[in-house]
């Protein structure tokens, strides 16, 4: 008699699940996908009524270990889209990251990560104010936003390839596009406190969160993007602007190497030029192929392997069955 | 990032609260009324859960009374004739159903449509209520998941015969949801209540309540959209 189980019996006997909340990045987009995934219904519909449609589980989700440890995992579509914001339908853009929270607590996920938008609106909106959706009472331990593990990733991103292009960190001056933000201000504490890099330059829009940064920190200097990007060999950007901006070549110092980790991304530009390094920033890429479809939607090079880090997040605390709410106010990157 | 506009504060007493109240509060009423008439009859088709069924019947005239309250407390007279009209395709449909002995059609039409109609409308109701008013309905919004929960445990038993029958009757009322929402689009949002947010609120309990019952997600998709033909 024989004790190993096959693989769908070993998966069925786990109880615990992650999640991962996100949405597509346009209404055209919206619609192609509803094409592509077989609802002309829905290809058909306008933002009213994405404002007003229901999220939805549309895929499961299946994650290997290089151990071999298997987790279990569901991707829950908000219906939020970004022109939502653009036309002020603010209350619908908030119902939608709510009432996606609430689908996921109600089907029985543990530890859910807010992609994409769904984080910068639950923050931006205070929406921890709302604790009863329907009959459900939102437990925010089972939420987290990812940004510990974002900012992590862009930090070792810096390392790695500032290392591969010959600029050497401790002779480098870094510029961060975001710096007060919550995943801009833990990219300026890892570096400060575990490199050896000679110039942080901060770049944000609020004065009084820059001084209290600065603070924090005890360096940093705060400077406008056009004054900081001639003097910056790496950039890092992870502001939340609602369109990318246009840089030229010529501005920037070469080499130059720009991590843009932004949602949405922060870069217009395509550079073609040798000299200057765009890596996308924040997303990773797992050993094994992730039995998934929806990394396809999300125009990803790997789909297989490569995913957003705060999605990662949530699969990483399911592995470890930390079942917390590990960033929320704030990142944990010290 | 855009903010979000401080929400205006509402006078439960000016003339267009009370003439908007006069009618979404008829159909509360209405509603309620039409749900104690269709359970009693429905409890005459089910022998074996009559007594549940009459435990729901007066729950719902409870509740009318409630919301006679609410419209007393208001200074309202509610304008039934309205709303016996609104509520008049669906109860043709249940009224015809159970003359022809199709019970997954009046169980369709009551414990999902209708009651999943009253949890999406009573939940964006409460946060911007008077406070009498917002008493009184969350009571009642507690107890009518129970009557959907009635209406999903029936179908849930009896799916693989029920589906067919459930599939003709969702696209012959669920298109009515539709045009009764947009009916009182413009009295629901002078009480507060976005149209978007009433259909959001729809969509969710009554796709769960597919769900509950065994369609699969697909199917809960398509059998959702329906309501989006035009009637």
Known sequence: ?334 | MPQLEASSTIDFHSEVYKDAYSRINAIVIEGELEANGNYKQLAESLPDDQAELIKLAKMELRHMKGFQACGKNLNVSPDMEFAQKFFSELHNNFQAAWQDGRIITCLLIQSLIIETFAIAAYNIYIPVADDFARKITEGVVKDEYQHLNYGEQWLKANFESAKAELEVANRQNLPLVWKMLNQVATDAEVLGMEKDALVEDFMITYGEALANIGFNNREVMRLSAQGLAVV
């Open chain 1, 1 to 334: 008699m024989s004790f190993h189980a096959p693989d769908s019996q070993v998966f069925s006997n786990q109880s615990r699940m992650f999640g991962l909340i996100g949405h597509l990045t346009s209404l055209e987009h919206a619609q192609s996908v509803a094409r592509d995934l077989g609802y002309p219904e829905y290809a058909d519909q306008g933002l009213d009524f994405w404002c007003s449609a229901p999220p939805q589980i549309v895929d499961t989700i299946r994650v290997k270990s290089a151990t071999g440890q298997v987790i279990e995992g569901r991707y829950v579509e908000s219906c939020f889209l970004p022109e939502m914001l653009a036309a002020r339908r603010i209350k619908a853009a908030t119902r939608k990251i709510i009432n996606a929270m609430a689908h996921a607590q109600k089907h029985g996920v543990d530890i859910t990560a807010l992609g994409g938008f769904s984080s910068i609106i639950f923050e931006n909106f205070n929406l921890n104010q709302i604790h009863q959706v329907r009959n459900i009472k939102l437990d925010f331990h089972r939420f987290t936003t990812g940004n510990t593990h974002t900012a992590y990733i862009i930090c070792r991103q810096v390392e790695q390839a500032s290392r591969k292009l010959g600029i050497e960190l401790s002779r480098a001056t870094v510029a961060v596009c975001g710096a007060t933000g919550d995943i801009g201000s833990a990219v300026c504490q890892w570096l400060n406190a575990r490199t050896d890099i000679q110039d942080l330059l901060l770049i944000a829009r609020n004065q009084e969160r820059i001084q209290q940064l600065q603070d924090r920190l005890g360096r940093g200097k705060a400077m406008t993007l056009e004054e900081a990007l001639p003097q910056a060999d790496i950039v890092v950007w992870v502001a939340s602007m609602p369109k990318g901006v246009e840089i030229e070549a010529a501005a920037l110092k070469q080499p130059c190497l720009m991590v843009d980790g932004g949602y949405p991304k922060n870069l217009a530009t395509r550079f073609n030029h040798p000299a200057v390094h765009v890596l996308k920033g924040g997303i990773v890429e797992h050993s094994l192929d992730i039995d998934w479809r929806i990394m396809n939607i999300v125009n990803m090079d790997v789909p297989a392997r490569q995913l957003f880090a705060c999605f990662a997040e949530s699969m990483l605390l399911e592995f470890e069955k930390w079942y917390t709410n590990f960033s929320w106010d704030e990142t944990r990157l010290r």
